[in-house]
């Protein structure tokens, strides 16, 4: 598309990345989960978020502590501390790596880049 | 709970499935969706849904349109349009079977209460 | 509506005020905030959950909880323990008083229905 | 941060639109909107995404086409189709212009880069 002619495919894969992070993480996050149905969760994040440009593979690990089902609603929910992802895109000759998870030496959930590389087309 | 001491039983069958419907709602809607993905979307949607209190069950079909696929994306996204959704609670003797459809003559995705009913403890 | 024929004006006070605080919970959580944008943010969730069917009236208040800004993005997101709502719906004769709160003692963000009334029309 | 050693301030601009933007459009479409609140709703859009890493600007406008809201609920939503974002991120001496508006040609509501430049520090 011409919307992108001003961006190298490099950047744009990062982009990419940027976006689909944004969106999960938005998207669901306040998702009732427990022990029981965490894996369709998960994979329902995984599938909903491939589907958007650019994005190769997603992988979603939401982690149950325990103790956080017991309360009244015998649930916890997608939350900036149990949601892991990795994404991968690839734009071109340019794949690259994003994660999201809870840092606790910034007490926040960040969203980075951890590689990028050339691929053969 | 004694936060529940001023209401019917029937009373809260009908307060929680109104809970669940505006949640699935706002919740899920704007999910990336498409002919590959939507039966694990609607089974996430499902699950999750039936985790919220006096929840019985949840029934989840999303459409997906000829046509509403062939764009920039290749995918479409949950939304009021294409989104239907039976919840049953029950709330002691009580049982509230609640919809949420697009209704065309009222441009509108409404949810309502199609059935209550007293049920054997 | 035919489709509420068959509700009575104040269970369908107490469906509406259930579908309004699913909506907003699943709506609005995750959303960035922090002591500046704070009102703002109150203030949009209000006035979108005031539009919804036989509502009457929308209060929210998020707390800002000291050091709660103090992480890595200088902001905290709208959650089920800093989020504290009143809806109140009317239909017809009847006035319903609903609330979303965080309980300790449930460890949980509850909605319940705190008063009945009926008014006159 | 460590985290972001591997990348450019360049790209790092170009990444953290790409959250933005995402988190923007899976956070708040859904959100009930009409003629009255339809400024409330962009401010805090606008409010609550500012405050994301490296954002320096956020413009939104909503638009409610004539019609959209004539339904049984008196309100539209905010969606791909009626949402134009503009979020101005700076990375060191980066500064990046991204945009998200519905692409009729494209029948989708596009996330891209506008524009970068290098500016004084």
Request: hydrophobic fraction near 35%; include cysteine; glycine fraction near 8%.
């Amino acid at each position: 598309v011409r919307f992108f002619e001003g961006l190298s495919d490099r950047e744009r894969a990062v982009f990419e990345a940027g976006i689909t992070l944004g969106a999960i993480y938005h998207q669901f996050t306040g998702t009732p989960v427990n022990r029981d149905n965490v894996r369709v969760v998960e994979r329902c994040i995984e599938e909903a978020a491939s589907l958007q440009p650019c994005v190769e593979d997603v992988e979603v690990s939401i982690e149950i502590p325990d103790g956080s089902e017991d309360n009244y609603g015998g649930y916890t929910e997608v939350n900036g501390r149990n949601l892991k992802v990795t994404v991968i895109t690839r734009c071109g000759e340019w794949r690259v790596k994003a994660r999201l998870e809870f840092i606790e030496e910034l007490d926040y959930p960040l969203m980075w880049i951890e590689e990028i590389e050339r691929v053969e087309r």
